[in-house]
């Protein structure tokens, strides 16, 4: 069955599997054992209920799966705890018949959404409708299939009933998701975030995070942040006032000094400076039918734009687009270590690919902005600026709010 009109992975049914480091910091975060039924929608080959079935007793683990060779229809074989798997959509409207299981009854929920999205279905309003997720995304029909599973676990569990998952980071940073972290801090008890480090899961390098929530518990005033350090050591909570969720989730960049990251009062970002940041034009296949080099971001080689891309001031403005001149900086917009691409123009034109951002501030702030870039700030601003599912990317916006230290408007 064609699951998904586009993916945002290669997978067609975002099959990311857990490894094993994750699947522990997940069922531990989410404290007791539950009595009771276990549910986990996109089970896989069952990492994150095996790992609970080591920790819980007295538990029915019901797994559900598309793919008929999910390697969770073989838990049956494991004796010590009770489990039933269905090879089933678990977004299908259905699926409490399926599955012999009404919605609202389960203790537990596990899961690590496939990140995919489905073709709309009518039934998938009510979906979201009933765990009250309708209004969360700016285009209803193009909602995720991670979201659609939230919606679908929030259905299935008891008002009390634990949900733990394993979330990308466009859910827990990214600006379309305001309205969702609105919806799961003050519609439900937002416990725990934990950030992972990249390279957790098979097949992807996205940056994913562990999530555990109580549906409609009461709302706390603040929500433990943490991340799992690469030695496996977690850090000390940071609490979060529940307020600031809508922003965003990862302790990352909550945890930097603010300096570096927020605008705050006497603290002048690149917007109040003048600064404007443009986009670079070309796409990978129109810069191929170039017959002039474009920048692009594997070009970065150092600290200025190599000699090869200047364009004479003639040339560039025989061309169609956008070009950068000498003082203006340039940044990777998207993939891999964007904190590490800033180059400035020192001399002639040059032509940019869209995966360059080009900020151009008045001449005196030159080295003081790019000083700021190339610290270690500066790169911990982009980081932590970055966000998306696969690949990292960094907006306008987020580029303009940042805090240059030692500048004044
Ligand atoms: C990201 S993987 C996670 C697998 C496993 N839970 C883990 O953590 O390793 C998502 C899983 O969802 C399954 N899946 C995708 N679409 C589904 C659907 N509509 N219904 C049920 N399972 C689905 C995929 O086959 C895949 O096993």
Request: one cysteine or more.
């Amino acid at each position: 069955m064609a699951l998904a009109t586009a993916s945002r992975y290669s997978d067609p049914y975002g099959r990311y599997y857990t490894r094993g480091g994750a699947a522990e910091v997940l069922v531990s975060a989410m404290g007791r054992a539950p009595k009771g039924v276990v549910i986990d929608l996109g089970a896989g080959d069952g990492a994150l209920v095996g790992e609970a079935s080591r920790r819980w007793t007295d538990v029915r683990f019901i797994t559900v799966d598309i793919d008929k060779n999910a390697g969770s229809s073989r838990l049956l074989e494991q004796a010590n705890s009770s489990f039933s798997h269905h090879v089933a959509d678990a977004l299908d409207a259905q699926l409490a018949q399926k599955i012999g299981l009404d919605v609202g009854v389960a203790h537990s929920a596990l899961c690590n959404p496939p990140y995919i999205r489905p073709r709309w279905r009518s039934h998938f309003g009510q979906i979201l409708e009933d765990a009250r997720l309708s209004g969360v995304f700016p285009h209803i029909k193009c909602v995720p299939a991670d979201i659609l599973f939230i919606a679908q676990n929030l259905r299935f569990l008891r008002p009390g009933g634990k949900l733990g998952l394993i979330l990308p980071d466009g859910i827990i940073a990214g600006e379309k998701c305001g309205a969702l972290r609105h919806a799961l801090t003050t519609e439900h008890r937002l416990e725990r975030v934990i950030e992972l480090p990249r390279r957790m899961f098979h097949g992807t390098e996205a940056k994913a995070y562990v999530v555990v929530l109580t549906k409609q518990g009461k709302s706390a005033d603040v929500i433990a942040l943490q991340r799992l350090e690469a030695d496996g050591s977690l850090t000390r909570p940071l609490d979060l006032p529940v307020d600031e969720a809508i922003s965003r989730l990862d302790y990352s960049f909550h945890c930097a000094p603010a300096q570096d990251v927020f605008p705050r009062r006497g603290h002048v970002t690149l917007r109040d400076l003048g600064a404007t940041v443009a986009r670079g034009t070309f796409s990978s296949s129109e810069r191929s039918a170039c017959d002039f080099p474009v920048f692009h971001t594997t070009d970065f080689t150092g600290t200025g734009v190599p000699r090869a891309f200047h364009l004479s001031k003639a040339r560039a403005e025989t061309i169609d687009a956008l070009y950068a001149e000498p003082g203006d900086i340039l940044v990777a917009r998207v993939g891999r270590n964007l904190e590490e691409k800033v180059a400035i123009v020192e001399r002639g034109r040059v032509a940019l690919s869209d995966c360059i951002l080009r900020i151009r501030v008045a001449s005196e702030l030159h080295g003081e902005v790019l000083k700021f870039f190339r610290s270690q700030a500066g790169r911990l601003a982009l980081q932590t600026a970055s966000h998306g599912v696969g690949a990292k990317f960094i907006t306008r916006d987020a580029l303009l709010d940042m805090v240059i230290p030692g500048c004044r408007a």
